[in-house]
């Protein structure tokens, strides 16, 4: 027999938090109002709820248990609990959405909207009385809308926004009906209407819908009911210029109270089905079945004795739900609500608890690429072996869609919780709870509709992959509470959910539910600390303490947060405010264990100072005592001292004088070791402080500041480094803040003077090699100018200048400089600064700092500069350029000019002459020595040009004369003759005639010799070889030619055969010779030098009449040595020397040069090294 169900409550979305009753109330409702009151956050009752005897019925042994309980539960679920929409509707439209219908009434005309009282009252007199007290009603076809628009916005709109919300889950969507207009005037009757559900499939009608046109009034509320659900609507506040809609199911009850002023105006539809789908017509479902169903379930499954009921029963949620610190049971909606609001009654009734669980449930398929490698089948491409060179395979991405699923493969799917809360939205832990997709009722529809995230990726052998599909949803979850899995229920993170419903407590005395959410709270504080979230816990707690007057809840709540090792948690202002609601007996014992464990001395002393203001404004003398002992204790206790407490000590030494810095704090600090950083804050704070403390107290700070600084300075290392903790070995770094710091200290503390020795300290240990090999001092002079630059900028003046300039005079030595001063065996790459761009940036930098020019030119000697390579050295001419250029004064341009040739000078003389050996050319000759001479002019140096031609006249030692002059100099000149006439020189200037002069006799005495003879015939080459393989004839031609030498990479037979052809040769001088590496061998075959002396006379003859060419007035520029040259190049007598008509290298009128006044550039040319 089945037992009595107990009464379904009001709809779960009218639930409030703010309706919760504390125990103390008594109010008695009258008995209407207990019918339709909406259902309360006391509803879903906590654990500590007591059971109200008249809740549960007296429930009798079932006669036939449920065998299945899950499967049981999922068809109960599906017999009326499928209904998605909801019972009722309403919505409000402004005067600009809703148009106005141009209402029409029979015998009166045009009635105005918003209706005035004087139409309404005019309606009243036409109409025949309702059979409710104080409305009246007109037939439909006596009311008219002159305005077409009106029919068409409640079709398409206002009724299509009714329909979508009523019947959501159909796709066939209802018509609209007028039935009557109603007009209601002041009345205080109730009117109670219940259409009822035609079950005749011949009725089209499926509900009502409601139009309140605009119209002033007060009162008519409606109140919508079904099933203990309710919906209340309440149009007055804004009627005069609003128009409301109200839509309702048949089934629905409508209450609608009285008219207290005015009239409401109503036109009413009939929610008609389409004929063509009368098989489809919507309703609201009868419930009291499928609620006895369930009732019937959870009551065999509390009955059970065969030990076969499940530990708990997980049903997936129809809809979707964000996971967020809002969520809980009202949340639900549709479907899902209809659900709750039926079963939460009888779960209650019967002793199990609900709770909702979001979940991820994770879909993994394995997918491949067909036709882009391996798992092709027969007729693919197959894997790509790494041997097979032979095939070009496509390496590019191949796109997700080419990716098809494995059947092969099963799918891996996978449940996780990711949070679970009770019916109120507090988070809770449930141990070992594990949840798969097949235990779930409605599991099969874990997968409905699109992912909530997708993610594709493939693996390594690029043609296989998977695709991980996520949905995100919610469970229901039920459990007996006297079952195992209520001992495995705790409180969870519930942080945010408390924090938030604290928030806004009121009352005088904590609600169940407030004593459980403080008690959560503080569980959760205990075993599942956030720090983060600390304070706002403890906030949270401090107001229901205060609120409650209940100093426990706050000492609690401090002690399992840490307030009492950590003071800003609660704050300052949070101590006192407590201090002052809760009285100093209430609170001493734990702010001593605050001041006594937090490590911070700054908190505890803030607090200390803060209380000891707060006694004397009090006059609690037994406050002020205490605080005066925790202060000295604290004094002389300082323990350990971070950065955030220096301020707070420098602050407190002046504030109690200059003997407690020297007796009691300084001592302290030099026990503990600080380490310099904290030294140089605390002196700085001093100092910048001590100017408001009294005279005596000055002087002694002062001594103490000067003091301290002079040790630090003194102890300070030249180069000091540092541990590296960023690096896995801990390696050493250099420290260049070390110094930076002490220096400012010095300055920032009037004591500049210090500064001087570190700046000695420095330069002597670099001079010594006393420093790490793996940091050489230009490398922390390279990083020092900079922030000190920048810090003198600042703070500039007349005395700074000064006082730094030995620093930057150092740090231009240090990172010019090429001196080794380290031992050899200490000596790294990094020992001297490779001066690249940012370097010579520093460089320019210090130098700006200093004297400017004057200083580099006094210290970029030619000796300092020796050892560096012509690039750096032309960087660095260029960066003084920059910097530097023009002077504006006569001593700047000298220093400018001096400094400039000194660079030019070393230029020159880094010149590497072995680079010039044409088995060592990286670089065309011509290019790197007319580089040189645009540098020397680009500088202003043009006169340092014969000091660089002086340089490479000469061959390198090993080269001969005559190999030099065609390899290099016999090529550069026509560079040169190019370059000066770009400036408006030409080769008649000096020193350039004499260079000129030079290379050219030197080509033709050293390059040219007589006319050679042919040494045989061209008839006698034509008959070399066979003349019908091709072997031969390339032997032929190469006979022909002016190559030195030919090989022939051919098979034993091959070269043999040419060894024969060659057999003639060897009168000629020719040699042959087989080398034996590669396969096959390969004959060389080599003239001899009679043979190709012509081809290179006859080259060489070209090369000296193209320069002859060059020179433009040979004559002029050689003097009496042109005819001989003339001659020998051009292989003719000397007397018939003509000079050169129309010399090209002097077309043009050309600017007079200077005489140089410096030796002639020799034209003896002799081995340079």
Known sequence: MATAVPRVPTEVIDISDSSDEGPEATTTRQTEEQDVAPLTCDAFDSDIEEEQAGIEADHKLLIALSVNIKDDFEDALQDGFEFDGCFAYSKQYGMSTAPNPCLSIDGLGTIGIPLSEREARCIVAVTKSAADEGMWEIPPEKVHFDNPAWDAWIQKTAGADASTALTAYTEVKPAFSLKKLVIQEQSSFVSRHKEPISKDPSDAKIGDLSVILPSRFEGANLQLRHAGKVKSVNSARHSRLSTFIVAAFSGVEHILTGVTSGYRLSLLYDIIQPVTHAEERPMLPEMQ?????????????????????????????????????????????????????????????????????????????????????????????????????????????????????????????????????????????????????????????????????????????????????????????????????????????????????????????????????????????????????????????????????????????????????????????????????????????????????DESNARSYALLARLTKLGGEGENAELLAWCHKEIESRLRSLGKIDTDQIPWLAELCLIHGGRLLKDVVLPQLQAEKLDQALWISFLKHLHARVQGASAATVQVVRALIVQCVTDIAHKLEAFPTKIDESTYSSASAMDCGAIVEVIKLCLETENAELSTGIFKKMREASQQGSFNSHFPPWMYYSEMCASLGAYLQATTGPSLTALFRPFFCDAVDAMVSTARREAPSRRTTDSICPLYDQHLATVMLAARAAEGISMLQHRLTADILKGRDTRTLQSLARAVMAAFSPQPTHDGSTAYNALMTTFACSVIDGLNMSAFKKDRFTKNPSEQLIALVEFCFEVGAQSQCERLLTRFTPPPVGVAIAQHVSDVLAPFLPVLEQYLSAVELDLRTEPYRTFAATVVEAFAEHVMSPRPTEPVSAAQKEKIGCGSCQECRELRAFFLSDRESIGFMRVQAIRTHLERQLAKTRAWGARWDTVASGSPHTLQVTKPASMTALFRWTENTKVGKSLLQTLGDPESILGSTYPAVYARIHNADPATATPLVNPVAHTTQKRAASPVASPTVAKKLRASS
């Open 289 to 597: 079945g499928p609620t006895q169903k369930l009732h019937d379930i959870l009551l065999s499954w509390k009955q059970d004795t065969s030990g076969t009921a499940p530990a708990y029963l997980a049903c997936l949620l129809q809809h979707k739900y964000k996971k967020d610190k809002n969520f809980k049971g009202q949340s639900l909606t549709g479907a899902d609500a209809l659900l709750l609001s039926h079963l939460y009654p009888l779960a209650r009734a019967l002793k199990f608890h609900i709770h909702i669980a979001h979940v991820d449930f994770t879909v993994q398929t394995y997918c491949t690429a067909p036709g882009h490698g391996c798992g092709d089948g027969y007729g693919g491409r197959g894997k790509r072996r790494w041997y097979d060179d032979s095939s070009e395979e496509d390496e590019s991405e191949i796109d997700e869609d080419e990716f098809h699923t494995d059947e092969d493969e099963e799918p891996q799917e996978t449940l996780r919780v990711t949070q679970v809360v009770d019916l109120r939205g507090m988070p809770v832990q449930v141990e070992g709870l594990e949840l798969h997709a097949d235990d779930l009722v409605n599991g099969d529809r874990l997968t409905e509709g699109e992912p909530d995230t997708e993610d594709f990726d493939t693996y390594d052998e690029r043609t296989s992959g998977s695709r991980k599909k996520v949905y995100k949803r919610s469970v229901l979850l039920i459990w007996p509470k006297s079952g195992d899995m209520e001992r495995k229920v705790s409180a969870g993170d519930v942080y945010d959910h408390a924090c938030n419903a604290l928030r806004g407590i009121s009352s005088v005395q904590p609600t169940k539910r407030e004593k459980q959410l403080v008690e959560n709270l503080l569980a959760c504080c205990e075993t599942r600390p956030k720090e983060a979230k600390f304070p706002r816990a403890v906030q949270a707690l401090r107001k229901c303490a205060i609120q409650w007057k209940d100093a426990r809840v706050l000492l609690r709540a401090l002690k399992v947060c840490g307030a009492d090792r950590n003071i800003d948690i609660l704050g300052v202002e949070g101590f006192v405010s407590a201090y002052r609601v809760f009285g100093w007996n209430a609170v001493k014992g734990f702010y001593q264990a605050a001041v006594e464990n």
